[in-house]
C-alpha cells in the first residue's frame, strides 16, 4: 500500500491529469471496528473508531456536468455525466462504482450536483477489512458537496453510501462503516445505534492503543459469505418473531429451539449487542482489562458461532494476545480474511510489532503489516 502523497504532490499529479488547479480537498478515513461485528445489519450496536489511514480526493469543479475520475493507485481512469439525472454504474471500470453509486444516491436525493474533475488517492488497503469502500464513498460526497455548495447531513451520507454498496457494487453491507467514516472523533471510539443511527462518542482511555494486523489474507466481500450470514439472521428474526435480532434475547432463542446453524448465527449477534454495551461501560470506567477480554469472548463467538474467521485470523489474534501489555484482540470487519484488531498498553506496541510480524509469517509464509493508529476525524473537506 503505497503512502499518501502530500497536499503539494496530489496537486501536481492533479495538474499533469488534468491541466489545471484543483480547488478543493475532500478526505474519509477508514474504520476499524473494536468491537460489535455483523451487528449493524441487525440494528444493533457497534464500537467503531475512524482510523488515520484515508481516502483523499483532489478535486475541480466542472460546468459541464460531467465527471472525470483518476485513481492514481489503479492508474486508472473513467468519465460519468450528470447532465440527464442518472447515473448507472460501470461493467469496465468497476471501481469508480463508489462514487457513481454516490452520485446516484445525491441525485436521488434531491441534490443538484455539479461536475468535476477529481484526482484519487488512498493508504486504507483494500479488501482489508478497514472499509476502503467507505472511505471512497464518503470522501465522494465531501468532494460532491465542496463543489456544490451542499450540505449533506453525516448521517444521510452515510446511508447514500451504503445504497451505493447495495445497488452498484453489490455488497448487502450494513451501516457501521459509512457512520464511523462520516462521524469520526479523535481519541474517541463511537456507540452506534444502527437502528435510529444516534452515536454517543466513548472516550479512549490515554493508557491505550489501538494496534491493527493486516494478515496479507484478501477478501471479496460480494462474492463470500457475507450474504448469506445476513439472509440467516433475517431468517432467525423471522421465527423468533422479531423486527430483528437486536428484540431478540438468549431465553427467547433456548425456547425457540431453531435449526442448529441458524440457532448459532443468532447466538452470536444477540451475545455480541450485549458485549458491546458491556465495553462501553467498562471503557468509561477506564477498565482495560475487562474491554480485552470482551474483545476475546468476541473473537470466540465469531469464530465458532458465526464461522467467519480463518487459519490466518485465528494465528493472528492468537499471537497478539501473547504480547505482553495486550488486553485482547479479535478479527475485525466482516471476516473472510483482512485485520485483526488489539488494544494494547501505549508502551508496548514498539516491542510487540516485530515480535508478532516474524512469528506470523514463520507461521504462515505470508508477510503481514503492523501499524498502530489512533481513533481520528471524520470526512472532511478544505478548499485550497
Known sequence: MPSLLTAEQLQSRFQEAFGRTATVLARAPGRVNLIGE?????????LPAAITRETRMLVAPRDDGRVQLSALDLGRQTTFDLADGTVTPSREERWSNYVRGVAAGLLKAGYRLRGMDVLMQGDVPIGAGLSSS?????????????VGDLTVPPEQAARIGQQAEHAFVGTNCGLMDQLASALGQPDHVLLIDCRDLSFQPVPVPPAAAILIADTAVRRQLASSAYNERRAQC????????????????LQMLDAAHLEPLIDKRA?????????????????????LAAAGR?????????RDLYEVSSVELNTMVELLREQPGCYGARLTGAGFGGCAVALMAAGALEAAIPIVAEAYQSRTNLTPALYPTRAAAGASFRRL
Not at 470482551?294 to 465469531?302: F, G, K, P, Q, V
Open 234 to 249: 433475517e431468517a432467525a428474526a423471522a421465527a423468533l418473531g422479531v423486527p430483528s435480532l437486536r428484540d431478540a434475547t
Open 38 to 46: 455483523h451487528t449493524d445489519y441487525n440494528e444493533g450496536f457497534v
Open 134 to 146: 467507505a472511505a471512497v464513498e464518503m470522501a465522494a460526497v465531501q468532494a460532491f458537496s465542496a
Open 267 to 287: 447466538r452470536h449477534i444477540i451475545g455480541e449487542d450485549d458485549r458491546v454495551l458491556e465495553c462501553v461501560a467498562v471503557l468509561r470506567a477506564g477498565n
Open 294 to 302: 470482551l474483545m476475546d469472548a468476541s473473537h470466540c463467538s465469531l
